[in-house]
């Protein structure tokens, strides 16, 4: 009796203990939203670190007011709302009105709980076709970018004068290289880079992938390993710190702004965090291999409207995109987010306000949809993938022509 | 977490009717029937509680991870609810993953080796603070810190302490003039600083249910020994050791199975990475789970099923084990 009280005792005690893991698998949320409540609309974007009080959040209270409801904003971590959406839908309370990264929007396509924008009759004629291709499977758009955000290289204008370079004639890879060997020949450290196996470290790898003139959908071809190459040649020779490796996109900024590197791979995003970190800096395109700008990938959310049971909700859901993304507001909105508008007559608008802005709009006009080109959910699987492959052969286990082989072999396989 | 039994006398059989006739016998018989009946009910009363909870919070997950590892979940097919039964698909899909073998590998080293250097470092600490020496509590109360801490703050801090460029570690090995060591950045040796890591944090467990195992072992025992003329080893491996094994081998399960879902300290310092260095059982279902864009439920939730299924297997060892013990 004791001696099979204790066996179950230790036996529950097994299963038990490893449930807070397997209750990840099959958990069901219900804390999302219960919308259909009169005159409530509910809203979800990834935007956490803006609260009610925030530029951002009046504005989306304002769009609520505008359209004669209340918008009920909840705010998600980036990486956890696609899931959030995922189970929301599930239990058929997806939102009203909700905003996500663009290269989630596929995977939302893929799962049939976005409307077309055709079908809501919202108008995307004057959103730049690189901008909206993230969002467009099949030739028809999901959602209305809000703005775009995408990568740069930032430089420290005082470690580049001291070692003797001129920003100006980094046309290529070539001479970004010469010009790291001379950062480095003068004490100081070379670039700074995100190459973190998460999405994030894909997203920074993808200018130089690109900017070779490599293909998504063939990771090995020659133009992958060349770009692979060129990271590993310079975390080899120093020119970057190992620790690229375990580098977010925030911590290679609080790298770069130590003030002791040359370069910084970064986002518009870090242009508020520039200014306060006391040196003068400047801002070049990603140079492709044989000079010209690279191709970078687009960052930037989507509005998108869920699929409701109730399609009597769409007018004035559609009624908050528009306020959101039209033309006459988006200058608003971006301003607030710090992105790039989707639309050239708003950038221009940017650039005069701001004259910081130019570069980033030139490497937006220059950017392009993870998901785009066809790619579509094919993208997740071929992305991590590739940034296994990153972190291979940076941390010196495989040569970056093995590491590319085993990701391409990997992804055909994930994707068939 | 400590592992409590309240064993209490079966209750009292009914009282039997007393006396003689039998239509006496027989009313004296239905009233001690329907008082066993709300008896009965009172008992299924006070159960019901702790069967809802375990039904809604044990089986219910666990038929729900075991329903999606056996289906073939795409995107489309979790929001509409109809994915399709496939058997042992997801199973086999796991296996032939080139990410099973090194992860399995990976969940085993890791989980041994933690335990090993928990259980000896807690032991040899538990010997230690039993001695009762001026100051003894409060270092005792030191040595639990790793426990009180979050685990998100000690992964970090420890993340900072390894970081291969700026690290506190390397700082130190510089200053005794040793090469810095990629710790969370080099493939040979990311496995090894989470596991550095993970036995910090686990010594404070087992240091506290060992101590506590020690005080329940008598004092006449040493005294009786050391006129015998044992020393202090002898003590220790002819008197503490033996008398402390039933609570070294729930410690050790417990250790083990927390070990073997030990999921946020890695994901924290390295993600599994570089490429798949680190990466464990744990790590692995979540990266297939959640860990991109596409999330695959179905694998992950088959990763998890071979998880429990280890750990269930270590269960019934520990039960067997047990069993020999007493017999």
């Known amino acids: 009796m004791i001696r099979t009280r204790r066996s179950l005792l230790a036996a529950s005690a097994a299963i038990g203990t490893l449930l807070s893991l397997t209750a990840c698998g099959g958990g069901s949320d219900s804390a999302g939203s219960s919308g259909s409540a009169g005159g409530t609309y509910t809203f979800w974007d990834p935007y956490p670190q803006f609260d009610a009080s925030s530029a951002w959040g009046k504005r989306v209270a304002e769009c609520g007011t505008k359209a004669g409801v209340t918008v009920k904003r909840t705010a998600y971590d980036t990486t956890d709302l696609g899931n959030k959406a995922l189970l929301a839908a599930q239990q058929g309370n997806a939102p009203d009105v909700m905003m996500v990264d663009n290269p989630v929007v596929s995977t939302l396509v893929e799962a049939g709980i976005l409307n077309k924008t055709s079908d809501l009759g919202l108008d995307t004629s004057s959103i730049q076709k690189n901008i909206i291709g993230a969002g467009t499977l099949d030739g028809s758009a999901y959602g209305v970018p809000i703005g775009a955000n995408t990568l740069a290289l930032y430089y420290n204008k005082k470690v580049l004068s001291d070692a003797g370079v001129d920003a100006a004639s980094i046309k290529d890879w070539s001479s970004l290289t010469a010009a790291l060997k001379k950062v480095k020949a003068a004490g100081k450290k070379g670039i700074t880079f995100s190459a973190i196996n998460t999405e994030e470290g894909s997203f920074q790898f993808l200018p130089w992938f690109w900017g070779a003139g490599g293909d998504l959908t063939q990771l090995d071809s020659g133009q992958g390993v060349a770009a692979l190459t060129l990271w590993k040649q310079w975390v080899d020779a120093g020119y970057a710190p190992k620790d690229v490796l375990q580098n977010t996109q925030t911590t290679s900024w609080q790298e770069f702004a130590t003030g002791d590197y040359a370069f910084g791979e970064n986002g518009t995003w870090q242009l508020g965090n520039a200014d306060k970190a006391g040196f003068e800096y400047g801002v070049i395109n990603i140079p492709a291999q044989k000079g010209g700008s690279a191709p970078v990938p687009t960052g930037g959310e989507f509005v998108t409207v869920p699929v409701q049971k109730d399609t009597g909700r769409y007018d004035v859901s559609k009624k908050i995109v528009t306020c959101l993304t039209s033309a006459a507001n988006l200058l608003a909105s971006d301003t607030t987010l710090t992105y790039v508008a989707p639309t050239s007559a708003v950038q221009t608008q940017q650039v005069a306000q701001n004259p910081e802005l130019k570069p980033w709009v030139s490497a937006v006009a220059a950017a392009r949809g993870r998901t785009s080109g066809g790619l579509g959910t094919k993208y997740p699987t071929i992305s991590q993938q590739m940034w296994t492959a990153v972190q291979s052969a940076l941390s010196g286990g495989k040569s970056p022509e093995s590491a590319l082989k085993t990701a391409q072999s990997a992804a055909e396989k994930g994707s068939s | ?327």
């Open chain 2, 1 to 327: 977490m400590a592992v409590a039994r309240v064993d209490r006398p079966r209750p009292a059989a009914a009282a039997p009717g007393a006396g003689g006739e039998d239509g006496e016998r027989a009313g004296a018989s239905a009233l001690a029937r329907r008082h066993r009946r709300t008896r009965r009910l009172t008992a299924l009363a006070f159960v019901a509680p702790l069967v809802v909870y375990l039904a809604a919070f044990y089986v219910y997950p666990l038929y729900r991870n075991l329903d999606l590892s056996l289906r073939d979940y795409t995107v489309r097919s979790f929001v509409a609810g109809d994915a399709p039964f496939s058997g042992w698909d997801n199973f086999r899909k796991v296996l032939d993953d080139p990410t099973f073998g090194p992860a399995m590998r990976h969940t085993m080293i890791f989980t041994l080796v933690s335990i090993v250097f928990q259980y000896v470092i807690g032991l040899a600490l538990a010997v230690f603070f039993d001695r009762h020496f001026r100051l003894s509590t409060v270092l005792r109360a030191l040595f639990l810190i790793p426990w009180l801490l979050p685990l998100i703050v000690s992964a970090s801090t420890w993340s900072w302490m390894f970081n291969s460029e700026s690290g506190v570690v390397n700082y130190l090995l510089h200053l005794l003039g040793v090469a810095p060591v990629g710790w969370l950045t080099s493939p040979n040796w990311a496995l090894t600083s989470v596991i550095i890591a993970n036995i910090w944090i686990g010594i404070p467990f087992n240091l506290v249910i060992l101590h506590s195992g020690l005080q329940n072992i008598p004092a006449e025992l040493y005294e009786a020994a050391s006129l015998d003329g044992a020393g202090t080893w002898q003590q220790f491996r002819r008197i503490t050791f033996p008398l402390l094994r039933p609570v070294s081998a729930i410690t050790l399960l417990l250790g083990l199975v927390y070990t073997l879902k030990v999921f946020d300290l890695i994901w924290i310092m390295t993600k599994g990475g570089p490429g798949d260095s680190s990466s464990t059982l744990a790590t692995w279902s979540y990266q297939l789970g959640f860990g991109t864009l596409l999330p695959r439920f179905g694998p992950g939730a088959a990763v998890g099923d071979i998880l429990i299924l280890i750990a269930l297997v270590f269960g019934l060892l520990y039960i067997r084990v047990q069993r020999r013990q007493e017999a």
